[in-house]
């Protein structure tokens, strides 16, 4: 599944990057989101390594602390704007 996300993402990066960024960076920054989004795979890897080693089920925290992430996100969003494609009446 992250291969197919990542090659998605590539391409839409490619697709703004035409409108908003000059030729000449725009190689150069398709590279390091790939080699970044590469390195963080890894990183997660060797992290999840590390706490499967120390504790079996220590890996459940990496999942449990997702939650942190929804608890303030799921807030925000009852006070985030209205989309402006709802505002255009048509």
């Known amino acids: 599944m ?5 090659a998605t993402k590539a391409g839409s990066l490619s697709d703004i990057g035409f409108l908003t960024r000059p030729v000449r960076i725009r190689g150069s920054l398709l590279a390091m ?3 970044f989004f ?4 890894l990183a997660c890897s060797i ?3 590390i706490v499967n080693v120390s504790t079996p089920f220590g890996y459940r925290n990496a999942f449990y602390s997702e939650f942190v992430l929804l608890g303030l996100f ?6 985030a704007p ?3 494609c709802k505002s255009i009446s048509g």
Do not use: H, I, M
């Open 82 to 84: 209205e989309s402006p």
């Open 38 to 41: 590469g390195l963080g795979q």
């Open 2 to 6: 992250s291969a197919g996300y990542s």
């Open 47 to 49: 992290g999840l390594q």
């Open 74 to 79: 799921v807030p925000a969003l009852v006070f």
């Open 33 to 35: 989101y790939s080699l």
